[in-house]
C-alpha cells in the first residue's frame, strides 16, 4: 500500500487532505493523525474490519482495547450504555483535552474494540486537526497511539512513517505534539474514579475537580508496586515492557544531587563503547564536573522542575536513541508531582523494570 502523506499547515487550506483522509476512513481504510498527546492511528470505530487492521498493522495484542475518539459530547451519547454522574463536569472542565474516560458501553461498540470488555474508552482531542477530520468524517475513530506495538508513541509524523509507511492509507502531517505523553485513562465504571493510566490531564487536576481520585497500583509502573524493593533487579518478565527503545534502558530514580551522583557511580561501571543519557538540564550541568567515560550520546529532556518539558521530548529521544545505535541507556528520574507521574510511568515502562534507586548504586 503506498502512504499518501498531506502536511497541514496553519494558514493553509486542508480541505483536500481531510476529503482524501475522510473517504479513507469511511472505505475502513487507516489514517494517522496528530492529537495534542501523541499521534493517532485511525479507522471507522464501529466497523470490525477496520479495527482489525489497526491491530494488525500495529501488530498489537487483540486483548488491549482502544480509545475511541468524539468531537464532541453528543457524539458519545449512542457508544455508552449510561452516563456516569461525574461525566459532565469532567466534560465541561477537560475536553477537549488529554482525559479518556472509560465507560460503560452500548450494544453498537464491536467487541474487537473494546478487547471483548463492557466498556469501551472514550475521548475529545484537543487538536484542530483532529477535531476538524472527527466532525468531517462524522464516525467515531478508534486510535490507539500510530507506533508498532511495543514502540515508543509518536510525536511527529515522521515517527509514524518510521513505524507505519506501507501500512496506513494517509498521515496528516500536523507537526510535533504539544503534550508528548498520552491521555489519562480515568475508570468510571468502579465506585471511585480511578486512574489506570496516569498521563495529560494530572492526578491533582483530577482531584480538585473530583474531590477523590484512586491510582491505580499498576499506574506508577513500578516492578513489584514498591520503589524500595528495586535495588537493580531485572524486570521478571516483558510484562511492563513498553516504549521500549532497541538497547537496554537504566532509569536511577532519586532526589538531587544523590540522583546525579547515581548515575555518575553507574556510569562507571558500565562497559558499552557506545552509551546514550536522558538527563535533565541541571543534571547536564552536574555532570559535567562527573568524569564520563567516552562513548557518550547525551540528550536534555528539559527542566526537573517542568516535568512537561520532560513529557515532550521523552518519546522523541528515545527514538533518537535508536537512531544512535547506543548499546545502553541512562536515564536521570524526576518526582511524580503532577506530569511527572505520567513522566516516570513511560519512563519505568521504556526501561522495562531496570529501575535503580540512586542511593543504592553499587551496593
Ligand atoms: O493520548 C492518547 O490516549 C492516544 C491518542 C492517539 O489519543 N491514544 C492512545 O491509545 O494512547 P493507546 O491504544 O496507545 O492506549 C490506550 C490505553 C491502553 O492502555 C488501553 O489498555 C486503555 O487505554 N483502554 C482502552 N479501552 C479501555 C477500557 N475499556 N478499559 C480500560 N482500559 C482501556
Ligand atoms: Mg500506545
Redesign the pocket.
Known sequence: MKTRVFRLEANASWHEALRVAATALRNGELVAFP?E????LGGHALDELAVRRIFAAKGRPAD????V?VPSVEALRPLVATIPPQLPLLARCFWPG?L?L?LPRSSIVPDVT?GG?D???I?L?NHPVALALLQRVRVPLA???ANRSGRPSPTQASHVLDDLAGHVAVVLDGGSARVGV??T?L?LTGELPTI??P?GITREQLAAVLGEVVVDSRARALPNGDIEASEPVRSPGMKYQHYAPQAPATLVEGEPPGVWQGLCDLLQMQGAKRYGLLVSREGEEWLRQCELPPGAVILCLGSRNHPEEFAQHLFSALRTMDEKQVEAIFIEGISEEGLGLAVMNRLRRAAGGRIVAADRVGR
Open positions: 492529537t498527546t501523541v499521534y493517532g488491549n482495547p482502544l480509545i475518539h488529554p479518556t472509560v473494546t470488555l466498556s469501551v474508552a475521548r482531542p486510535a490507539p497511539s498520552e491521555s485513562v475508570d489506570l493510566r498521563g
